[in-house]
């Protein structure tokens, strides 16, 4: 314990003025979930969330779980066929600054898209150009609510095993430290048999 000054709170001078209380999170609950109902009301019957792409956490930690993302990649919209102005208008979250980073983030979200444009009903702006099939395709539209197309983590884990005997035999400690020792000499190595090599051909001569 060091010496610093003993707290001396002052709780009996008006302390119900400095508590700050939570009595109203019922009602502000309640007021959250009406707001909700209301906006995918009128929203309705397009889906009450922007779709998002499927993305690992960061850190070794976390990166095992699969969650949904900020927005799609450039790169990813182009695969799928869409440009980022007509994503805007159809209910698709874009973000400039991610990146892709592996091929299998990039077919899966992908994947997403296209599974999204399946099920996509547009109406053309102008009633003229509209189909009664369209129209009715749209009227029966059931809203989805949350992500139109389901954030899934498709890893199956392997089945259990035994313990082989070579792999008992195997010394991970030993084996990093001789990669790491031949990584390090590498050049030394090449620059000796390199060496070696032109005065062999030199003898020749």
């Known amino acids: 314990m060091q010496n610093k000054q003993l707290p001396n709170t002052h709780f009996r001078k008006e302390w119900d003025l400095r508590v700050r209380t939570w009595f109203n999170q019922p009602g502000r609950k309640l007021r959250r979930r009406r707001a909700r109902v209301a906006k995918a009301a009128q929203i309705a019957p397009r889906p009450t969330e922007l779709l ?105 884990a392997e089945a259990p095993r035994a313990v082989t005997a070579e792999e008992k035999k195997a010394r991970a400690f030993v084996t990093l430290r001789q990669a790491r020792g031949e990584h390090r000499i590498a050049g030394r190595v090449q620059k000796r048999i390199a060496t070696i090599k032109e005065k062999k051909e030199n003898a020749k001569k």
């Open 52 to 156: 998002r792409p499927a993305v690992r956490c960061p850190t070794i930690k976390y990166n095992r779980k699969v969650r949904a993302g900020r927005g799609f990649t450039f790169e990813e919209l182009k695969a799928a066929g869409i440009t980022a102005k007509y994503a805007a208008t159809v209910g698709i979250a874009v973000d400039h600054r991610r990146r892709n980073r592996s091929e299998e983030s990039l077919a899966l979200n992908v994947q997403r898209l296209k599974a999204y444009q399946a099920k996509l009903i547009v109406l053309p702006r102008n009633p003229k150009q509209r189909t009664a099939e369209a129209v009715e395709a749209y009227k029966s539209a059931a809203q989805a609510q949350g992500q139109a197309v389901a954030v899934t983590d498709n890893y199956v």
